[in-house]
């Protein structure tokens, strides 16, 4: 039997994932969609071939339903989905903060639930997916979590408990990568290179670093061991990163994008 899934509330997360699932090999056949806006829903419909559909009928037809609306959205969402929701389906939120034990207080009792945090290079396939299972998923609920969200690159299991530590490092991560390249192609123009020449040599320098961090099997520690003559130019550059905290700032930023997911888990606080 075709398994339908449904993306509920359909952004930036839901038509990375959307997308990716089609590029993947789903057929738009078996993939619905909901948007808070007409508009919204038919742009999909034309860019995708996928069926734009209410919350209700996606509730009531879909197999699979994936929620990707804002934490502080999510509560009406499930105000609207809950009765129409068979306990036999599997639903996913994609949300940061909320808790499972939050779905399955409002969903059917034995609803399967599993909690995902992905991130924006799912618009390249190079995501990274964590999964938790809820207390009715089943090791065939989350290989199906898996399906879905490997479609769109890595996936990885984790205890619930972790997974505000997941969105601080790896859901908001892609931000701190964009923020670094932002500020250094800054000092590429105090040093006197024009803004696009900038761009590029940072860019390309993160894709190669990016690429050995994956795939040389060495520690990072080594990796800039290896860049760091002595009496060179990279140490001072260091040493100027140390003196500005920029270690401790990493640290601190990463704690503060814990706490806020701690803090959404109601799903109802600004
Ligand atoms: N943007 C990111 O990098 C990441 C976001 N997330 C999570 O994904 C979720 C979505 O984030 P984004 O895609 O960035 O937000 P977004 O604002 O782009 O997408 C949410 C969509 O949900 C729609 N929506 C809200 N209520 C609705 C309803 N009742 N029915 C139908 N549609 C409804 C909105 O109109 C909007 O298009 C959030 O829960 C966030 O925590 C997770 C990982 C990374
Ligand atoms: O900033 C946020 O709340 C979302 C969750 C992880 C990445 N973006």
């Known amino acids: 039997m075709t398994q339908k899934v449904a993306v509920l509330g359909t952004g930036k997360i839901g038509e990375a994932l959307l997308s990716g699932m089609i590029r993947g090999g789903w057929a738009p056949a078996d993939l ?9 829903a038919e742009e999909l419909r034309t860019r995708y071939g996928v069926t734009p559909v209410s919350n209700q009928e996606a509730a009531k037809t879909a197999d699979t339903l994936i929620l990707t609306v804002k934490p502080q959205d999510m509560g009406v969402l499930l105000d609207e989905l809950a009765p129409h929701v068979p306990a036999d389906r599997l639903v996913i939120s994609g949300a940061a903060g909320i808790p499972i034990a939050f779905f399955e207080d409002r969903l059917a009792a034995g609803t399967p639930v599993v909690r995902v945090m992905t991130n924006t290079p799912a618009l390249v396939d190079e995501a990274m997916s ?3 299972a809820g207390s009715h998923a089943t090791a065939d609920h989350l290989a199906h ?61 993160a894709i190669g670093a990016a690429t050995m961090l994956r795939d040389s099997g060495e520690h990072p520690v080594r990796l800039r061991e290896n860049v760091t003559s002595p009496a060179g130019t990279t140490i001072n550059a260091i040493r100027e990163l140390e003196n500005h905290g920029v270690r401790a700032a990493l640290i601190a930023a990463l704690e503060a994008a814990r706490d806020r997911s701690r803090e959404l888990a109601s799903g109802t606080k600004d």
Do not use: N, W
């Open 145 to 205: 979590a898996e399906e879905i969200f490997g479609a769109v690159g890595k996936t990885l299991r984790v205890p619930e408990s972790q997974q505000d530590a997941c969105t601080a490092l790896s859901g908001s991560g892609p931000a701190y990568f964009f923020y670094l390249v932002e500020a250094m192609t800054d000092a590429g123009i105090l040093l006197g290179l024009p803004r696009d020449k900038a761009h590029d040599l940072i860019v390309q320098s």
């Open 130 to 132: 964590v999964i938790s």
């Open 32 to 40: 619905l969609v909901t948007a808070r806006r007409q508009e919204r």
